[in-house]
């Protein structure tokens, strides 16, 4: 059974820096393109960035370009995300998620950051 823990979001003020955690179980990360999405009160859920199965070739929108950076330690079968220069605009709930064939079909339950101005 597929599980993903996301943990490590917060209330921070903007500029500051979130790492974001998912534990990961019941699959090997290293063998699975792994993504972070996000979706604000009232706005539908966006990509953010993801990290490709075996060489983690990594992929970002552009807001978070720069900004954010998705990284994978296989030995801890966790995917992380380190988000620096936080602004208002990137307050949402977090949400990991594993990419089986085309689609992502495995989703965590998520973790809110909030960034105040």
């Known amino acids: 059974q597929v599980q993903l823990v996301e943990s490590g979001g917060g209330l921070v003020q903007a500029g500051d820096s979130l790492k974001l955690s998912c534990a990961a179980s019941?699959?090997?990360?290293?063998?699975?393109?792994l993504g972070w999405f996000r979706q604000a009160p009232g706005k539908e859920r966006e990509f953010v960035a993801q990290?490709?199965?075996?060489?983690?070739?990594?992929g970002y929108a552009d807001s978070v370009k720069g900004r954010f950076t998705i990284s994978r330690d296989d030995a801890k079968n966790t995917v992380y995300l380190q988000m620096n220069s936080l602004k208002p605009e990137d307050t949402g709930v977090y949400y990991c998620?594993?990419?089986?064939?085309?689609?992502?079909?495995?989703w965590g339950q998520g973790t809110q950051v909030t960034v105040s101005s």
């Open positions: 019941g699959l090997t990360v290293r063998a699975h393109t």
């Open positions: 998620a594993v990419r089986v064939a085309t689609e992502y079909n495995y």
């Open positions: 990290i490709s199965w075996s060489v983690g070739a990594t």
